[in-house]
């Protein structure tokens, strides 16, 4: 279910945007600061989702020049398998469940690089608090994560440069992981820290 709503939202963003992208200034009423968040957050309306992330988060950026984007990335949300699943049959399987849940808070540092028009590459790094929960719902314990995310996308221009929209693809990886519970620990021992592929689809307002 949830792919599928991945998909559907791909797909349209696709068709959306190609036929109101615009072509990006250059001058110097430029609009160098926005807002901005991830049109995943509809994930959290997914009836009866087994894996529900009650995901937000909210993205502060500056474009420095042309080509270059620094921005500053807050999110929240929660999982109940391991993050280096890939898609297919043990893709949120039962048995590779944990016992409870992760909640995460992170703060992401963000740099964009635009290579060709409105294609661009950005690297995510984020430090993220977990707390992890059992199944009656109490507090284990807390953990730290870096994630990293390696991103691919294109940026697209809306209604006279003023909201932006970036379908993209990742690679995302979580070197550190500190202070992991010993159940928790087992399943993740289990597949790798990374995930190839993971679809993007961010949005924004200009100002």
């Known amino acids: 279910m949830k792919l599928k709503l991945i998909l559907s939202i791909l797909v349209f963003t696709f068709a959306f945007t190609k036929a109101n992208s615009q072509t990006q200034p250059q001058d110097s009423t430029y609009k160098k600061f926005f807002v ?4 995943f957050i509809l994930g959290n309306f997914i009836p009866d989702d087994p894996n529900a ?24 949300w929660k999982y ?3 993050l280096g699943i890939p898609f297919g049959v043990s ?11 992760i909640r995460e808070f992170g703060i992401a540092f963000v740099y964009q690089r635009f290579i060709w028009k409105g294609a661009y590459t950005a690297i995510h ?4 608090l977990q707390r992890y929960v059992d ?18 996308g294109y940026h697209f221009e809306l209604f006279k ?13 979580w070197p550190v992981n500190t202070n992991v519970p ?3 620990a087992e399943l993740e021992s289990k597949w790798p820290n990374y995930f190839l592929l993971e679809p993007g689809l961010h949005f924004g307002i200009k100002f």
Do not use: C
């Open 135 to 152: 199944e009656d719902n109490r507090k284990i314990q807390n953990g730290y994560q870096l994630f990293m995310t390696y991103r691919l």
């Open 91 to 101: 893709y949120q399987a039962p048995e590779e469940k944990y016992p409870g849940y």
């Open 80 to 82: 109940a398998w391991p």
């Open 36 to 39: 901005g968040s991830t049109l």
């Open 161 to 173: 440069n003023r909201l932006f929209i970036e379908p993209s693809l990742a690679i995302t990886h």
């Open 53 to 76: 992330p009650d995901f937000a988060q909210l993205s502060f950026g500056y474009r420095l020049t042309s080509e270059d984007v620094i921005s500053v990335e807050a999110n929240t």
């Open 125 to 128: 790094a984020m430090n993220a």
């Open 182 to 184: 010993q159940s928790f």
